[in-house]
């Protein structure tokens, strides 16, 4: 089967499935569990093909990951196709034991296996550097200890994949730098787990403010 015939956009206006995510946003992912690919581009004019696949990409397992287990489904044609658990450049294990020794990946294997959202179709890789040569993926969640999280990445971004990122996307400017120049220079998106962003309360007051119905906020704290 042809890409063009399994994209997950039908580019009335010329888009393919990464530039509509572009287009769109990826901020919108970290609140709407994906929920933003099943709608249409009307800025665009592309059309969202609801029966074509996307793939998503799991880079770890910590913070708010589960938001993603819980919301996948509500997206037709949305799974995660593939999941990492380390990252091969570090010398640490996620839970801190020292990399180079034996590594249990089978135990990760029948726990991805068995959840809900795995299908039995996921297919399981000690370090994400692998994950990312071997699959063709079109988002990437990033959950690792927060320290890795900007190398991780960097690295999807350099194969033009967009993220969705723990917080911190970054622990030090230099990370952070260092990140952007990646981001910027792929032209992905990237966002991160925000997850009070669009709830219904949050978003109406986000949209009162921005119609100026209550003049010019102010902040105050302590």
């Known amino acids: 089967m042809s890409k063009e015939s399994t ?3 039908i580019p009335a206006s010329g888009l393919g499935r990464r530039d509509f995510i572009r287009t769109m946003g990826a901020a919108s992912l970290a609140a709407a569990g994906l929920g933003v690919f099943g709608r249409p581009a009307s800025a665009s004019g592309a059309v969202v ?12 397992n910590n913070g708010h990951s589960y938001m993603v287990f819980q919301t996948i489904d509500q997206v037709p044609g949305a799974r995660i196709t593939a999941f990492a658990f ?8 996620t839970d801190g034991s020292l990399r180079g020794g034996s590594y249990d990946l089978d135990s990760k294997r029948k726990w991805v296996q ?32 927060y320290a890795r999280n900007p190398f991780a990445s960097a690295a999807a971004a350099a194969r033009g994949i967009h993220i969705m990122s723990e917080k911190p996307v970054a622990v030090n400017y230099d990370d952070l730098t260092m990140l952007e120049t990646a981001v910027r220079q792929s032209g992905v998106r990237i966002t991160a787990m925000f997850s009070m962003r669009y709830p219904a309360p949050y978003y109406t007051i986000k949209q009162m403010v921005a119609a100026g119905a209550i003049g010019t906020p102010s902040m105050a704290r302590g």
């Open 86 to 93: 380390e990252d091969g450049d570090w010398q640490f294990n």
């Open 49 to 60: 093909d609801p029966s074509a696949p996307l793939r998503v990409g799991m880079i770890g």
């Open 114 to 145: 068995g959840q809900p959202w795995s299908k039995g179709g996921t297919k399981v890789y000690e370090t994400y550097q692998e994950m990312l040569d071997k699959e063709e993926l079109d988002i990437v969640v990033v959950a690792l200890p």
């Open 7 to 9: 994209s997950r956009i």
